[in-house]
């Protein structure tokens, strides 16, 4: 059985900065891509950042140049370090990791909130 677990989230105001983390335990094969996903209230959850196993990386354009996402393979962990956060960033973040064979893995999300 694969949980991944995500931590790192909590209450900031605008302009401070968090560091998310996710880990995976249980067996796990290699893992292809990646993410964090996020979902605010009455919103969809949209894609945040994602990194294949050979480091492309894609972010959706609100955050870009403001988050950065990082992983270690070794430990199948993955980061989203986030910046100049903003109250538009608030939501639940997910993690997401999909192996190459397609299976797919979520966390039970961690709350980020910034405060104006």
């Known amino acids: 059985q694969v949980q991944l677990e995500e931590s790192g989230g909590g209450l900031v105001q605008a302009g401070e900065s968090l560091r998310l983390s996710c880990a995976a335990s249980?067996?796990?094969?290699?893992?292809?891509?990646m993410g964090w996903y996020r979902e605010a209230p009455g919103k969809q959850r949209e894609l945040v950042a994602t990194?294949?196993?050979?480091?492309?990386?894609n972010y959706v354009d609100s955050v870009k140049g403001r988050f950065t996402i990082s992983r270690d393979n070794a430990k199948n962990m993955v980061y989203l370090q986030m910046t100049s956060l903003k109250p538009e960033d608030t939501a639940v973040y997910y993690c997401?990791?999909?192996?190459?064979?397609?299976?797919?893995?979520w966390g039970q999300g961690t709350q980020v909130t910034v405060s104006s």
């Open positions: 990194m294949t196993r050979s480091g492309t990386t």
């Open positions: 249980g067996i796990i094969f290699k893992i292809n891509v």
């Open positions: 997401n990791f999909r192996q190459f064979d397609s299976a797919t893995y």
